[in-house]
């Protein structure tokens, strides 16, 4: 999964801008399609094909060596059938959390590449590094630093967990309730409208580089 979301933030700062800088924007923009449908399109990418995508090759890796762990008995696959609840529980949790609560940094990921004249990874990682500076500078706190950490680990706290291995334990947490309640899932969301919004009107007006 860690795979998928680096894939992910590459493809998103390189979506945009490099239609422009091979110039085959031109081309695009004379197809009937609009550039809302050509940014949704490209958001949907790694906010879910991507981490199905890893979800896929992990599922289909794992029964493998389920397969050979088992010796290719029945009475052994049935004493394993956990496998596929625990695999149900790491779709959902990719649908959540790879999905919805990655939105807007895919959409300001997105919205950076439809912007940058050039090198769009450091303007895409360069505002936020300012800002933690200016922060801890001007006022020594780490707010900002604790929004990002928030928003890359996940809305349970328990997700610190996956670091130490127990990945069961912190999508158990993730119940769908505890999940769609959280109120930093419906910021998240509403700022990655904002971005996105943002990006199709970058696009409208930007010219190849």
């Known amino acids: 999964m860690g795979t998928g979301f680096i894939v992910g933030i590459f493809y998103s700062l390189d979506a945009l801008y490099g239609e422009r800088r091979d110039r085959s924007i031109l081309f695009r923009k004379s197809l009937p399609v609009s550039d809302l449908t050509t940014v949704l399109s490209k958001f949907t990418i790694p906010l879910i094909i991507l981490p199905l995508l890893s979800f896929a090759i992990a599922v289909v890796t794992q029964f493998v060596m389920l397969l050979l762990s088992s010796g290719l008995s029945a009475g052994t696959l049935g004493a394993r059938m956990s496998f596929f609840h625990l695999s149900l529980m790491l779709l959902y949790h990719i649908l959540t959390v790879h999905g919805l609560w990655y939105a807007p940094l895919y959409g300001w990921l997105l919205l950076v590449s439809a912007w940058a004249p050039r090198a769009p990874f450091i ?34 706290p328990s997700a610190t967990t996956a670091r130490s291995g127990n990945l069961m334990e912190m999508m158990s947490a993730l119940t769908p309730v505890q999940f769609f309640s959280t109120p930093g899932l419906w910021v998240g969301l509403a700022v990655a409208v904002i971005l996105l919004a943002t990006a199709v009107r970058l696009r409208r007006y930007r010219e190849p580089i």
């Open 123 to 156: 303007w895409a990682f360069l505002p936020p590094f300012v800002i933690w500076g200016v922060e801890k500078i001007a006022f020594r706190t780490s707010h900002f630093v604790g929004m990002l950490q928030y928003r890359l680990t996940g809305p349970d």
